[in-house]
């Protein structure tokens, strides 16, 4: 089981872009929540979530990671504090801009 490191609150800038910009596909929601990206190789990385939408998520990495552009991964998010973190969906790294990282999703889960 993975320990999770405590998402810690973020002041906006130009890396966290304003998440009412009406140029994506879909709305943008600011949510700080502990997230876990799942990797094929079964290594879980812990991050934090900075916003979400219908298509993707952006993400704040806590540490290094090896993660790569178009590299297939699994999220989960935790909301509620006394249940293991949620499946949020399989996707695809579309950005990596220094400790943020985003995630197109592409299905739901990694059987489908």
Not at 34 to 42: E, P
Request: aromatic share 4%; net charge negative; charged share 25%.
């Amino acid at each position: 089981m993975t320990t999770s490191v405590p998402c810690t609150p973020r002041n906006q800038s130009t890396e966290d872009p304003d998440p009412s910009d009406n140029r994506r596909r879909e709305p943008r929601h600011p949510l700080r929540a502990n997230a876990v990206i799942l990797r094929k190789t079964g290594e879980r990385i812990q991050a934090c979530t900075l916003n979400v939408s219908g298509s993707g998520v952006l993400l704040e990495m806590v540490a290094h990671h090896e993660l790569q552009l178009g590299e297939e991964v699994g999220c989960q998010i935790h909301l509620y504090e006394a249940r293991p973190p949620q499946d949020w969906g399989v996707g695809r790294v579309v950005r990596i801009d220094n400790s943020l990282i985003a995630v197109e999703f592409t299905r739901l889960d990694w059987d489908s």
